[in-house]
């Protein structure tokens, strides 16, 4: 089967595709690129906590803990606020 639009068509076409893929589009402000790094080594030591029970893992965190300060650090020195990851996941 063959449907044959007119250019009206085609073009209203064309702004509703747009309208959605507008709508599908997030746009991130970009300290949102220094706050996944941080947000992510949170979320790792909290694992490595979680089974402290293994010296490996205390060891581990300690590290990451030192590598976050110093991510954390440099996000205040560049958007000249601390760093806030409570609302991410």
Not at 29 to 50: H, N, S, T, V, Y
Not at 53 to 65: C, E, F, G, T, Y
């Amino acid at each position: 089967m063959v449907v044959r639009l007119t250019a009206s068509e085609l073009e209203y076409g064309r702004r509703f595709a747009a309208k959605k893929a507008a709508g599908l589009v997030v746009r991130l402000p970009p300290e949102i690129d220094d706050l996944i790094p941080i947000a992510r080594l949170e979320k790792r030591i909290r694992q490595l906590l979680w089974n402290r029970d293994q010296p490996d893992n205390v060891l581990a965190a300690r590290i990451l803990v030192r590598e976050q300060s110093r991510l954390q650090l440099a996000y205040e020195r560049r958007h000249g606020k601390p760093a806030d990851t409570k609302g991410m996941p």
